[in-house]
Protein backbone atom coordinates (compact mmCIF):
# COMPACT_ATOMS: atom_id res chain seq x y z
CA UNK A 1 0.00 0.00 0.00
CA UNK A 2 3.01 2.87 0.72
CA UNK A 3 4.70 1.91 -2.47
CA UNK A 4 1.39 2.15 -4.26
CA UNK A 5 0.74 5.28 -2.70
CA UNK A 6 4.80 6.40 -3.16
CA UNK A 7 4.28 4.80 -7.06
CA UNK A 8 1.06 7.26 -7.63
CA UNK A 9 2.72 10.31 -5.75
CA UNK A 10 6.71 10.11 -6.12
CA UNK A 11 7.35 13.82 -4.77
CA UNK A 12 6.18 12.42 -1.18
CA UNK A 13 9.97 10.64 -0.92
CA UNK A 14 11.19 14.38 -2.19
CA UNK A 15 9.08 15.98 0.64
CA UNK A 16 10.27 13.19 2.89
CA UNK A 17 13.93 13.88 2.09
CA UNK A 18 13.23 17.74 2.03
CA UNK A 19 12.10 17.48 5.52
CA UNK A 20 14.88 14.95 6.86
CA UNK A 21 17.36 17.83 5.60
CA UNK A 22 15.31 20.21 7.33
CA UNK A 23 15.73 18.20 10.30
CA UNK A 24 19.09 17.19 10.02
CA UNK A 25 19.89 20.91 10.14
CA UNK A 26 18.22 22.27 12.67
CA UNK A 27 19.59 19.42 14.83
CA UNK A 28 22.95 20.18 13.83
CA UNK A 29 22.96 23.47 13.61
CA UNK A 30 23.52 23.76 9.69
CA UNK A 31 24.79 21.14 6.93
CA UNK A 32 27.96 20.29 5.93
CA UNK A 33 29.45 21.18 2.29
CA UNK A 34 29.56 16.72 2.15
CA UNK A 35 26.43 16.50 2.66
CA UNK A 36 25.11 19.48 0.20
CA UNK A 37 27.10 17.99 -2.60
CA UNK A 38 26.06 14.38 -1.92
CA UNK A 39 22.37 15.71 -1.87
CA UNK A 40 22.70 17.48 -4.99
CA UNK A 41 24.83 15.22 -6.90
CA UNK A 42 22.39 11.97 -5.55
CA UNK A 43 19.16 13.84 -7.17
CA UNK A 44 21.42 15.50 -10.70
CA UNK A 45 22.61 11.52 -11.01
CA UNK A 46 19.09 9.94 -10.21
CA UNK A 47 16.47 12.59 -11.28
CA UNK A 48 18.21 15.38 -12.86
CA UNK A 49 20.55 13.97 -16.51
CA UNK A 50 17.76 10.90 -16.79
CA UNK A 51 14.73 13.65 -17.23
CA UNK A 52 16.51 14.80 -19.96
CA UNK A 53 17.72 11.62 -21.43
CA UNK A 54 14.65 10.61 -22.84
CA UNK A 55 14.55 13.25 -25.55
CA UNK A 56 14.84 11.33 -28.49
CA UNK A 57 12.00 8.76 -27.21
CA UNK A 58 10.02 11.23 -27.30
CA UNK A 59 11.21 13.08 -31.04
CA UNK A 60 10.08 9.63 -31.84
CA UNK A 61 6.82 9.05 -30.41
CA UNK A 62 6.29 12.96 -31.63
CA UNK A 63 7.51 11.72 -35.36
CA UNK A 64 5.22 8.69 -35.17
CA UNK A 65 2.10 10.79 -34.06
CA UNK A 66 2.72 13.45 -36.90
CA UNK A 67 3.47 10.94 -39.84
CA UNK A 68 6.84 11.80 -40.29
CA UNK A 69 10.35 9.41 -40.28
CA UNK A 70 12.75 9.33 -37.58
CA UNK A 71 16.08 8.68 -37.60
CA UNK A 72 18.31 8.79 -34.55
CA UNK A 73 21.88 9.62 -35.92
CA UNK A 74 20.50 12.74 -37.60
CA UNK A 75 18.73 13.47 -34.38
CA UNK A 76 21.66 13.60 -31.97
CA UNK A 77 23.44 15.59 -34.95
CA UNK A 78 20.69 18.41 -34.53
CA UNK A 79 20.87 17.82 -30.59
CA UNK A 80 24.83 18.29 -30.44
CA UNK A 81 24.79 21.19 -32.85
CA UNK A 82 22.05 23.12 -31.03
CA UNK A 83 24.49 22.69 -28.16
CA UNK A 84 27.44 23.75 -30.25
CA UNK A 85 25.87 26.98 -31.32
CA UNK A 86 24.40 27.57 -27.87
CA UNK A 87 27.73 27.41 -26.78
CA UNK A 88 29.31 29.77 -28.95
CA UNK A 89 26.97 32.18 -27.83
CA UNK A 90 27.89 32.20 -24.47
CA UNK A 91 31.51 33.27 -25.85
CA UNK A 92 30.17 35.81 -27.99
CA UNK A 93 27.77 37.06 -25.82
CA UNK A 94 27.66 35.99 -22.52
CA UNK A 95 25.24 38.12 -20.23
CA UNK A 96 22.67 38.06 -23.07
CA UNK A 97 23.08 34.13 -23.20
CA UNK A 98 22.67 34.38 -18.89
CA UNK A 99 19.46 35.99 -19.42
CA UNK A 100 18.06 33.35 -22.17
CA UNK A 101 18.77 30.68 -20.08
CA UNK A 102 16.91 32.03 -17.01
CA UNK A 103 14.27 32.99 -19.43
CA UNK A 104 13.80 29.53 -20.99
CA UNK A 105 13.90 28.11 -17.45
CA UNK A 106 11.42 30.26 -15.81
CA UNK A 107 9.06 28.79 -19.01
CA UNK A 108 10.33 25.16 -18.47
CA UNK A 109 9.53 25.64 -14.78
CA UNK A 110 6.44 26.54 -15.29
CA UNK A 111 5.49 24.61 -17.95
CA UNK A 112 5.58 21.44 -15.71
CA UNK A 113 4.12 23.28 -12.44
CA UNK A 114 1.43 24.08 -14.33
CA UNK A 115 0.37 21.14 -16.63
CA UNK A 116 -2.81 20.51 -18.90
CA UNK A 117 -3.49 24.05 -19.20
CA UNK A 118 -4.43 24.72 -23.34
CA UNK A 119 -1.67 27.15 -25.11
CA UNK A 120 -3.63 30.12 -25.09
CA UNK A 121 -1.97 33.79 -24.49
CA UNK A 122 -3.21 33.66 -20.71
CA UNK A 123 -2.00 30.24 -19.98
CA UNK A 124 0.73 30.99 -21.56
CA UNK A 125 1.58 33.87 -19.84
CA UNK A 126 0.42 32.55 -16.76
CA UNK A 127 2.93 29.35 -16.96
CA UNK A 128 5.96 31.71 -17.47
CA UNK A 129 5.11 34.04 -14.85
CA UNK A 130 4.83 31.30 -12.10
CA UNK A 131 8.21 29.60 -13.80
CA UNK A 132 9.65 33.08 -13.32
CA UNK A 133 8.34 33.75 -9.84
CA UNK A 134 9.78 30.13 -8.81
CA UNK A 135 13.12 30.85 -10.46
CA UNK A 136 13.73 33.82 -8.74
CA UNK A 137 12.28 33.00 -5.55
CA UNK A 138 14.60 30.07 -4.57
CA UNK A 139 17.61 33.00 -5.77
CA UNK A 140 16.06 35.76 -4.35
CA UNK A 141 15.60 34.18 -0.59
CA UNK A 142 18.96 32.88 -0.80
CA UNK A 143 20.50 35.98 -1.89
CA UNK A 144 23.43 36.01 0.02
CA UNK A 145 24.73 32.84 -1.39
CA UNK A 146 23.28 33.56 -5.29
CA UNK A 147 25.24 36.62 -5.05
CA UNK A 148 28.79 35.37 -5.34
CA UNK A 149 27.87 33.25 -8.04
CA UNK A 150 25.85 35.82 -9.80
CA UNK A 151 29.47 37.39 -10.04
CA UNK A 152 31.80 34.06 -11.07
CA UNK A 153 28.68 32.99 -13.55
CA UNK A 154 29.09 36.19 -15.50
CA UNK A 155 32.67 36.85 -14.88
CA UNK A 156 31.73 40.18 -13.27
CA UNK A 157 29.92 42.05 -16.07
CA UNK A 158 28.57 45.49 -14.56
CA UNK A 159 25.27 45.11 -16.34
CA UNK A 160 24.37 41.53 -14.43
CA UNK A 161 25.72 42.68 -11.27
CA UNK A 162 23.67 45.73 -11.24
CA UNK A 163 20.25 43.66 -12.15
CA UNK A 164 20.85 41.62 -9.56
CA UNK A 165 21.94 43.93 -7.10
CA UNK A 166 18.91 45.96 -7.92
CA UNK A 167 16.19 42.78 -7.32
CA UNK A 168 18.31 41.69 -4.13
CA UNK A 169 17.54 45.17 -2.66
CA UNK A 170 14.25 44.99 -3.87
CA UNK A 171 13.22 41.41 -3.17
CA UNK A 172 10.49 41.19 -1.18
CA UNK A 173 9.11 43.71 -3.88
CA UNK A 174 10.08 41.66 -6.54
CA UNK A 175 8.09 38.04 -5.78
CA UNK A 176 5.30 40.36 -4.48
CA UNK A 177 4.70 41.86 -8.05
CA UNK A 178 5.34 38.64 -9.98
CA UNK A 179 2.91 36.72 -7.04
CA UNK A 180 0.05 39.41 -8.14
CA UNK A 181 0.81 39.43 -12.25
CA UNK A 182 0.32 35.61 -11.68
CA UNK A 183 -2.74 35.46 -9.64
CA UNK A 184 -3.97 38.26 -12.06
CA UNK A 185 -2.94 35.91 -15.41
CA UNK A 186 -4.28 33.05 -13.74
CA UNK A 187 -7.87 34.45 -12.87
CA UNK A 188 -7.98 35.37 -16.30
CA UNK A 189 -6.63 32.78 -17.94
CA UNK A 190 -9.03 30.41 -16.23
CA UNK A 191 -12.22 32.55 -16.65
CA UNK A 192 -11.58 31.83 -20.50
CA UNK A 193 -10.39 28.40 -20.57
CA UNK A 194 -11.36 26.41 -16.93
CA UNK A 195 -9.15 23.44 -16.46
CA UNK A 196 -8.93 21.19 -13.55
CA UNK A 197 -7.04 21.78 -10.10
CA UNK A 198 -5.64 19.17 -8.62
CA UNK A 199 -5.64 19.40 -4.99
CA UNK A 200 -3.03 17.26 -3.98
CA UNK A 201 -0.54 17.96 -6.39
CA UNK A 202 -0.78 21.87 -5.79
CA UNK A 203 -0.19 20.91 -2.35
CA UNK A 204 3.23 18.70 -2.73
CA UNK A 205 4.28 21.61 -4.67
CA UNK A 206 3.38 24.29 -2.18
CA UNK A 207 5.27 21.74 0.50
CA UNK A 208 8.60 21.50 -1.74
CA UNK A 209 8.64 25.30 -1.85
CA UNK A 210 8.30 25.79 1.33
CA UNK A 211 10.95 23.18 2.43
CA UNK A 212 13.75 25.34 -0.37
CA UNK A 213 13.15 28.83 2.25
CA UNK A 214 14.56 26.96 5.10
CA UNK A 215 17.34 24.82 2.79
CA UNK A 216 20.38 26.45 1.73
CA UNK A 217 20.82 27.35 -1.43
CA UNK A 218 22.18 23.87 -3.54
CA UNK A 219 19.95 21.80 -1.66
CA UNK A 220 16.73 24.02 -1.96
CA UNK A 221 17.24 24.15 -6.12
CA UNK A 222 18.07 20.51 -6.39
CA UNK A 223 15.19 19.33 -3.96
CA UNK A 224 12.51 21.02 -6.39
CA UNK A 225 14.91 20.31 -9.88
CA UNK A 226 15.28 16.98 -8.85
CA UNK A 227 12.87 16.01 -6.60
CA UNK A 228 9.44 18.19 -8.05
CA UNK A 229 10.42 19.12 -11.88
CA UNK A 230 12.07 16.16 -12.77
CA UNK A 231 9.86 14.05 -10.95
CA UNK A 232 6.66 15.15 -12.99
CA UNK A 233 8.59 15.57 -16.41
CA UNK A 234 9.11 11.72 -16.09
CA UNK A 235 5.36 11.39 -15.47
CA UNK A 236 4.27 13.30 -18.35
CA UNK A 237 6.94 11.54 -20.62
CA UNK A 238 5.47 8.09 -19.16
CA UNK A 239 2.41 8.94 -20.53
CA UNK A 240 3.67 10.57 -23.54
CA UNK A 241 5.09 7.48 -24.81
CA UNK A 242 2.66 4.61 -23.67
CA UNK A 243 0.33 3.37 -26.28
CA UNK A 244 -2.55 3.63 -23.89
CA UNK A 245 -3.38 5.51 -21.05
CA UNK A 246 -0.75 4.94 -18.06
CA UNK A 247 -1.96 2.77 -15.03
CA UNK A 248 -4.62 3.84 -12.82
CA UNK A 249 -2.47 2.53 -9.87
CA UNK A 250 1.02 3.16 -11.19
CA UNK A 251 3.08 0.71 -10.05
CA UNK A 252 6.53 0.89 -8.54
CA UNK A 253 7.91 -1.38 -11.85
CA UNK A 254 6.38 0.96 -14.12
CA UNK A 255 8.15 3.77 -12.88
CA UNK A 256 11.16 2.11 -12.92
CA UNK A 257 10.32 0.58 -16.51
CA UNK A 258 10.42 4.51 -17.45
CA UNK A 259 13.94 5.27 -15.58
CA UNK A 260 15.36 1.83 -17.37
CA UNK A 261 14.76 3.73 -20.79
CA UNK A 262 17.22 6.67 -19.13
CA UNK A 263 20.38 4.20 -18.89
CA UNK A 264 21.97 4.52 -21.81
CA UNK A 265 22.03 8.20 -22.13
CA UNK A 266 22.79 9.17 -19.00
CA UNK A 267 25.49 6.80 -18.53
CA UNK A 268 26.76 8.68 -21.53
CA UNK A 269 26.25 11.72 -19.83
CA UNK A 270 28.39 11.31 -16.35
CA UNK A 271 30.84 9.63 -18.44
CA UNK A 272 31.64 12.72 -19.76
CA UNK A 273 31.08 14.12 -16.29
CA UNK A 274 33.53 12.46 -14.70
CA UNK A 275 36.32 12.66 -17.66
CA UNK A 276 35.58 16.55 -17.08
CA UNK A 277 35.70 16.72 -13.34
CA UNK A 278 39.36 14.72 -14.19
CA UNK A 279 40.30 16.93 -16.60
CA UNK A 280 40.03 19.98 -14.75
CA UNK A 281 41.82 18.21 -11.51
CA UNK A 282 44.60 17.34 -13.69
CA UNK A 283 44.98 20.03 -15.88
CA UNK A 284 43.33 23.49 -15.00
CA UNK A 285 42.96 23.27 -11.19
CA UNK A 286 43.45 26.40 -10.96
CA UNK A 287 40.60 27.55 -12.85
CA UNK A 288 36.92 28.53 -11.58
CA UNK A 289 34.61 25.26 -12.64
CA UNK A 290 31.70 27.13 -11.70
CA UNK A 291 31.06 29.48 -15.22
CA UNK A 292 32.35 25.80 -16.99
CA UNK A 293 29.69 23.70 -15.04
CA UNK A 294 26.86 26.12 -15.57
CA UNK A 295 27.49 26.68 -19.16
CA UNK A 296 27.41 22.90 -19.85
CA UNK A 297 24.14 22.94 -17.86
CA UNK A 298 22.24 25.22 -19.52
CA UNK A 299 23.59 23.82 -23.11
CA UNK A 300 22.18 20.06 -22.11
CA UNK A 301 18.62 22.14 -20.86
CA UNK A 302 17.95 23.86 -24.56
CA UNK A 303 17.63 21.14 -26.99
CA UNK A 304 15.22 19.13 -24.04
CA UNK A 305 13.22 22.54 -24.31
CA UNK A 306 12.99 22.23 -27.78
CA UNK A 307 11.77 18.63 -27.65
CA UNK A 308 9.71 19.07 -24.38
CA UNK A 309 7.59 21.80 -26.93
CA UNK A 310 6.98 19.55 -29.69
CA UNK A 311 5.57 16.99 -27.06
CA UNK A 312 3.79 19.55 -25.23
CA UNK A 313 1.92 20.97 -28.63
CA UNK A 314 1.29 17.57 -29.35
Not at 240 to 252: A, I, M, N, Q
Amino acid sequence: MVLQRIAASPTLVSIALGAGLVLMQQWNGGLSPLVQMTFFGLLLGLTGIPHGALDHLVEQETARKEQRPFHLFPFLGRYLLTMALYGALWLVFPSGSLLFFLLMSAWHFGETDLEKAPPTWPWNLARFTLGALVLLGILLLHRAETAPLVARISGGNAAVQATWDFLAAQATATLATLALAFATLLAVAYRQHPIAINGGRAARWACILLLTVWLPLLPAFALYFGGWHALNTFGAIGQYLSDGPPPVRPSVGYGLKIWAKTALFTGIALLFLGLGVWYWFRFWPHLDPLPVVFVFLSLITLPHLNVMRKMNRG
